[in-house]
Structure formats: structure tokens, C-alpha cells
């Protein structure tokens, strides 16, 4: 899948509409700048945060997106998505981006 479409199924699962090849947050963007959750820290926290029951844990190899049951099934994992370290030079920030960005596109690419 490419990041174009990566982001786009991402901005279905969180509800944010795509409009003329781009998302549309419902949020101001004071520079004009195109939203990319996969180049921007901001975004990526925001996608995450848009995605209900969504847990994020790091490790020193890796950093792991899942999607937890609901109160009632709290053990219950129904996506897990796993960035290595070592495929994005040791950055953590840049593969904790892409695993928020893949598992939500795996969501939005559930959805009817």
C-alpha cells in the first residue's frame, strides 16, 4: 500500500474526511501545510488520539500499536501493528508515526 493510500484509509478509521486528494481534519492549519501523520508528530498524535481503544507500547527494538477490546473485553486484541527500530534508522519517532498511520489504515480498510 502506499502512504498516499496508508493516509488515506488512516483519515477514514478517524473520521476525517478526504477532499480533492487530501484529509480534512475539521482542525485550522495556520501554515496552510498538508495534514501527514507519517512526516509529522502533531498529525500522528492526533490520528492516534481520534482512534478509540488504541494502545501504543516501545520497546528497544520496536514500537507496537494494538487495538484493545472495549471495557468489557479489556485483554482482547483485535490489530497489532509493529514498526522495527532498525528500518527506520534507530528513530524512534519516525516508526512510532508509521505504526500509528499502518494500524489505523488497517481499520479504516475494515470499514464498510
Request: charged share 30%; glycine share 8%; hydrophobic share 45%.
Amino acid at each position: 500500500m502506499s502512504d498516499r493510500e496508508l493516509l488515506k484509509m488512516a483519515a477514514k478509521a478517524a473520521g476525517f474526511a478526504w477532499v480533492d486528494g487530501h484529509v480534512s481534519t475539521g482542525l485550522r492549519d495556520r501554515d496552510g501545510r498538508v495534514w501527514n501523520p507519517l512526516t509529522d508528530d502533531g498529525d500522528a498524535l492526533r490520528l492516534f488520539l481520534a482512534l478509540p481503544w488504541m494502545c501504543l507500547e516501545i520497546s528497544d527494538v520496536g514500537v507496537t500499536v494494538s487495538e484493545r477490546g472495549n471495557p468489557d473485553e479489556p485483554s482482547r486484541v483485535y490489530l497489532m501493528w509493529t514498526e522495527w527500530l532498525d528500518k527506520h534508522s534507530n528513530d524512534l519517532a519516525a516508526a512510532t508515526r508509521r505504526a500509528i498511520v499502518r494500524a489505523a489504515a488497517e481499520i479504516g480498510r475494515k470499514m464498510k
